[in-house]
């Protein structure tokens, strides 16, 4: 709803004055019943227009029409909304001098002047025919460069766009109109005729560019777009610049061409019908670079990737050329196919003289997935540099007009814009809208009018564009690139254009597209079309065209020779985020300690527990803060303190933290409390981990929107940026981090292998069994863990007791899948991810009801100088003492180990059962469970486990320790529960039987050994009813 300002207010006011002021019989025929609004032209975005004269008209009456002056001053005068057609004071009887038009005051109509009557309404009319262009122009531009469909797939002629519509006819074309303030296109002239001003509407709206901006909400900005498009001459391109776009449209075509002439048979996704898709590219770049920035990250799929990072990018030619042999990989990594790989190259920009840095983020298959990570990386990148406005850092994402409107990360990553943590400040997106995904029609790919409507939603300006008119093209993507630099704000454009040849190569399109490949087929290539209009022009003559040509097809000829020498492809000249300083150096298996300074320790948890005075604290946080001064001089730290300690020992290191997702300032459990709110003063907020020190790193913890796939994604593009830093996803319940299962499976597990890129990124999965139903038990580490890359037949000759063979496995892993019992624990191993000498991902189940278990507390002992992170907890009890009396040994990983310890203790076997906990599961720790096993030679080995048979770890660990023990003639017994669909029961009374039965299996007893409230304290219940 239209928020009433100015104009509108006075209205308003006025009708209710009136409805006070006026004798019933005066008021009866119109007007005073009638709400302002009701006014036909004040409706919907007229009034928007309608506002802005009236605020020209006051601060200067002669700026608009005298006819506006004068229903202006009427209105002002008391006149209602519906007699908006009312000849001005000065034209009617002196009754008029009142200030009341009489019209009112009789109750009927007023004798008008005739002519003058028809002036205002045919200025009105004007307007609205004005305004209705701007609006629905769009809706017939000629955009689809075969000439057949409508890119809003609606073939009908809005109404409103008819010169009918408005009452007049052929009669009035040569009829002289004043232009109204809210358009341009008169230039210098006040006034046009009807022919001219429709001629003119028909040439910026309805041609080759079709403008949706009317649903921008701020004036300002339409009145930008307004300007950019409709003063005359606007787009008009020097010879010069035309013979750039020729020249780009070369290398784009020829390009595509050399490639299908050599390789045939290879599947490239060329760009063939949307060529001008490199000169658009490079447009935005060019103007983009002048206006300031030096960073651009792009994300695209497959279509034209190549002759981007060639023709964009500058990616070497005969790098690119070699990914089309079958040559010997030099180095590390799995590798990908040529159209995934990124590239970042730094050079001048000839156009704007300055240094400009380009990547092009490598991708999967799997489509729009990669916009949150380029998001991430811009922010991160602005961030690293203090660009807090990104005026030097830019995100450009390309996509398909299938895959935009139809992929819903789409419109999550759309949703990060605006917000304060995760905004770009713009980002410029391209559609290569060739009017067709793969076989499928747009009618049946999408229910929108435009494949860009979802940009709408967000307040984007939409610039739709014929690609056969390659000058429209090199002027929206200017004005684009001018809108970005100006409003701060994401803007489309899309380039309506065809695919030339099938959804690849080597595909027949006739099978499903008989007609439009047809059309295809007798459509010539823009070079061509563009070719004949310069050398039409006089910009350029034949023998420059033939130069021109022959000097790219040289050196795409030399490329193609230099690229017969390469005898190998190297991995690491696709890299996407290169850390060269950060690998120089390092020595990959020796890591320092990842213990803390007992004064780091003091001072860190005293801020954690304080706020400065003045602040308002609740007082529930009051206690709790309080408690955590006590910790301290108890000696008895819990996670809350844990996570402190990790966060604010890096930052006062120098090292930047981020910790993101949902509600993760506060915690979701209520645990961490990183952001503390004054309960008296609006917006004012502490966060003592960010008043640590003077020259501490920033601390970012931000809640994010209620997104998993586009929020991960992004911070997984955020860890891309600089190695030193640890960055953090946390999901809310750790099994919804299966909506993000496209960031988990392509970039977090694979990417290093793919892309020989590392990301150090860390996920907090809560995960754990609480009698909390299907849904927010499990974390499903089975997933995570089957994903390792680590053979599960381990060679014993290479498991030795020392630090190297850990540090090799870290090494080699492609990620780390953890389950910490300790809060001294959990910091030790986020420490690691930044003190590792490389980087790996960290996947970690993290607990609910473990964050206040009385137990599960750390001393502080266990997080100085000389500790470190225990892939393994051993057995530290009576069982230790003893050994060779120990009859069972229980391996576990997570909150299970609470329950086990508790119900051994219950039953009196403290010296008889051995528990160890496998804090790290992944890379699996073969050597310390080979030497915790040796401690207790007659000892069977068991497996527990919370989750299911099918589920948790037990699938992971079986052939493991088989590997280890099965010479011995051992195995290792599964003690959990049995196998299920749904990784929970919804049934407390199940929940509690299962737990007993878990017990009842370790410790072979019968299952009324335990008693319910054995299992579960008064403290677990109060957890459980919060955690719901
Ligand atoms: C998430 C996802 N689903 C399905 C596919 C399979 N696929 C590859 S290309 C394609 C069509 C894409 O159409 P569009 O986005 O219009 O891009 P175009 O190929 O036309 O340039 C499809 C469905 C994919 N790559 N990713
Ligand atoms: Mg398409």
């Known amino acids: 709803m239209m928020r009433a300002s100015g104009f509108l207010r006075a209205q308003i006011a006025h009708v209710s004055r009136r409805t006070f002021s006026l004798s019933e019989a005066r008021v009866k025929p119109v007007g005073a019943s009638r709400n302002a609004l009701s006014e036909g032209f004040m409706s919907g975005s007229s009034s928007v227009y309608i506002e802005q004269m009236y ?44 200030g009341i038009v009489p019209s009112a005051a009789a109750g009927g109509a007023v004798a008008t002047s005739g002519d003058f009557a028809r002036t205002i309404q045919d200025h009105l009319k004007i307007q609205l025919l004005i305004r209705s262009y701007q609006t629905r122009g769009h809706n017939i531009a000629d955009l689809d460069p075969l000439g057949i469909n409508s890119a809003d797939l609606d073939d009908t002629i809005p109404r409103e ?95 595509e061409e050399f490639l299908a002439k050599k390789w045939p048979s290879e599947k490239r996704f060329g760009l063939e019908g949307c060529e001008v898709l490199i000169p658009a590219i490079k447009q935005v770049i060019d103007r983009s670079s002048t206006l300031g920035v030096d960073s651009v990250v792009i994300g695209m799929p497959h279509r034209g990737r190549l002759n981007v990072l060639a023709n964009v990018c500058r ?57 949150p990570v380029v998001q991430g990386k811009v922010r991160a990148e602005a961030f690293y540099s203090g660009d807090h406005s ?72 939409i610039f739709h564009v014929n690609v056969d008119d390659p ?152 206690r709790i803060l309080k408690g955590r001064a006590q910790m301290l001089k108890d000696n008895d730290l819990d996670w809350a303190c844990g996570e402190a300690l990790a966060f604010g020992s890096l930052l006062k290191e120098g090292f930047h933290v981020r910790l993101s997702g949902q509600d993760v300032e506060r915690g979701t459990f209520s645990h961490r409390h990183h952001v503390l709110h004054d309960q008296k003063i609006d917006q004012k907020v502490y966060n003592p981990l960010n008043d640590l020190s003077e020259n501490q790193a920033e601390y970012t913890v931000c809640n994010s929107s209620l997104s998993e796939y586009a929020v991960l994604g992004f911070e997984l593009g955020y860890s891309m940026v600089n190695p030193n830093s640890l960055v953090i996803w946390e999901a809310q319940f750790g099994d919804f981090s299966n909506t993000a299962q496209c960031i988990i499976d392509q970039f977090v597990s694979s990417g290093q292998s793919k892309w020989i890129r590392q990301s150090g990124l860390v996920m907090l999965l809560p995960h754990g069994y609480e009698g909390m139903g299907p849904e927010h038990s499990s974390a499903r580490p089975e997933r995570f863990l089957q994903m390792c890359n680590e053979d599960d037949n381990i060679d014993l000759t290479r498991v030795t007791l020392d630090d190297a063979f850990a540090a090799q496995q870290l090494h080699d892993t492609n990620w780390i899948v953890a389950n910490c019992t300790t809060p001294a624990n ?56 003893n050994g060779s009396a120990v009859e069972r040994i229980v391996f576990c990983t997570g909150k299970v180990y609470y329950d086990l310890v508790t ?6 076997l403290e010296d008889k059962v051995a528990i160890t ?47 280890l023990f099965s010479a011995e003639g051992k195995g290792i017994t599964y003690a959990g529960r049995k196998p299920s669909a749904s990784p929970a029961t919804g049934n407390k009374y199940s929940h509690i039987q299962e737990q007993k039965s878990l017990l009842s299996e370790v410790f072979s007893v019968p299952k009324s050994s335990f008693f319910p409230q054995r299992l579960e304290s008064k403290k677990d219940f109060k957890i459980n009813r919060l955690l719901d």
């Open 55 to 98: 605020e020209n008209w006051r601060s200067d009456p002669s700026s608009v029409h005298k006819s506006w002056d004068a229903y202006f001053r009427n209105v002002e005068a008391g006149a209602g909304p519906g007699q908006a057609f009312q000849p001005p004071p000065s034209l009617v009887p002196a009754t008029a001098a009142a």
């Open 161 to 255: 766009l008819e010169l009918d519509f408005y009452g007049f006819t052929e009669a009035d074309l040569d009829r002289e109109f004043v232009l109204p303030p809210t358009t341009f296109i008169g230039g210098d002239k006040k006034s046009l005729s009807l022919r001219e001003i429709i001629l003119r509407l028909k040439n910026i709206y309805c041609r080759h560019t079709g403008v949706e901006y009317m649903h921008l909400t701020n004036y300002e900005q339409q009145e930008w777009i307004r300007k950019n498009f409709e003063q005359p001459h606007v787009n008009a391109l020097s010879p010069e610049q035309k013979k750039t776009l020729f020249k780009r449209l070369i290398r784009s075509t020829k390009f």
């Open 315 to 371: 990616q070497p030619l005969e790098t690119i050329l070699s990914q089309f042999s079958t040559l010997e990989p030099a180095d590390e990594g799995s590798g990908d196919v040529k159209y995934h790989l990124g590239v970042c190259i730094e050079r001048l920009n000839r156009q704007s003289q300055r240094n400009l840095k380009i990547a092009v983020v490598a991708n999967p298959s799997h489509l729009e997935a990669v916009d």
């Open 390 to 461: 990104c005026d030097r850092h830019l995100a450009i994402m390309l996509h398909g007009d299938a895959a935009f409107s139809g992929q819903g990360v789409v419109m999550e990553t759309f949703n990060l814009d605006d917000l304060p943590s995760y905004t770009v400040h713009g980002a410029i997106h391209i559609v290569c809208n060739n009017q067709i995904g793969f076989t499928t029609d747009p009618r049946s790919s999408r229910s929108s009018p435009y494949c860009t409507d979802v940009g709408r939603v967000v307040g984007c300006p």
């Open 471 to 622: 000058e429209a093209v090199m002027h929206v993507c200017g004005v684009a690139a001018d809108w970005r630099k100006t409003f701060k704000k994401d803007v489309i454009i899309d380039l309506v254009s065809y695919r030339r040849y099938g959804h690849n190569e080597l595909d027949e399109p006739m099978f499903t597209q008989p007609l439009m490949y047809q059309r295809i087929k007798s459509t010539k290539p823009v070079l061509d079309t563009y070719q004949t209009k310069i050398i039409g022009e006089g910009v350029a003559d034949e023998a420059y065209i033939k130069g021109e040509l022959n000097k790219y097809g040289k050196i795409l000829e030399d490329a193609y020779d230099a690229a017969q020498k390469v005898t190998q492809v190297r991995n690491r000249d696709w890299l996407d985020s290169p850390w060269d300083d950060f690998f120089k150096g390092r020595d990959p298996h020796n890591f320092s300690s990842t213990g803390i300074k007992q004064e780091e320790v003091n001072e860190i948890i005293d801020k954690f527990s304080s706020v400065p005075d003045g602040f308002n604290l609740h007082r529930g946080l009051q």
């Open 826 to 881: 959990i910091a030790h191993l986020l420490r690691r991810q930044v003190y590792l000498p490389f980087r790996k991902p960290c996947i970690i189940m993290s607990p609910k009801s473990l964050l206040r278990h009385p137990q599960a507390r750390s001393h502080v002992e266990e997080f100085l100088p000389g500790t470190s992170f225990q892939r393994v907890i051993p057995e530290n009890g009576p069982a230790k003492e």
């Open 903 to 908: 119900a051994r203790k219950q039953l009196g």
């Open 917 to 963: 906990r496998v804090e790290q599961i992944s890379p699996f720790p073969y050597d310390l469970i080979q030497q915790e096993a040796k401690r207790y030679p007659n000892a069977q080995h068991f497996w527990a486990q919370e989750e299911h048979k099918n589920m948790g770890a037990w699938a992971f660990i079986q052939p493991r320790f088989l590997s």
